[in-house]
């Protein structure tokens, strides 16, 4: 999400490991506060029962338990964001259980497991028919 974005990324991920721009606690202080304010503006698109599946989603890929809560976080905030950017409105419904007051432990869980969720179609998308033109 652009407009939550403290500081325009590095070109690659790469980059921004081997050059970085600032310390890695400022770093990691910088991500905390973008995942939040990302979560605070995406959770009224979160859909009722879109935790959930996201969860077994990430049990289906392989995530470690320890992981599951942050990549299922991770997955909810992806579809939350594709629905936004579809133009979809708010659903105002969804819950996003284990964010109590944007915890730096969650955040940073989050962003990490982002890159693995992310992309990842609902199981619902990927199972409904194809729609012929």
Do not use: C
């Not at 869980?109 to 199981?123: C, H, K, Q």
Request: no cysteine; net charge positive; hydrophobic share 40%.
């Amino acid at each position: 999400m652009p407009h939550v974005a403290l500081a325009s990324p590095q070109r690659t991920r790469f980059r921004e490991v081997l050059l970085p721009r600032s310390p890695l606690a400022l770093q990691a202080h910088r991500q905390t506060i973008e995942t939040y304010d990302a979560l605070l503006d995406l959770h009224q698109y979160v859909r009722p029962g879109a935790y959930e599946e996201a969860r077994r989603q990430a049990r289906r890929t392989g995530v470690r338990d320890d992981r599951l809560a942050a990549a299922a976080l991770a997955g909810v905030l992806d579809q939350a964001r594709r629905a936004k950017l579809a133009g979809a409105p708010p659903s105002g419904s969804g819950s996003l259980p284990g964010v109590v007051h944007g915890s730096q432990e969650t955040l940073l869980g989050i962003a990490r497991m982002w890159p693995s969720m992310a992309n990842t179609p609902p199981v619902h998308d990927r199972l409904a028919p194809a729609r012929r033109p």
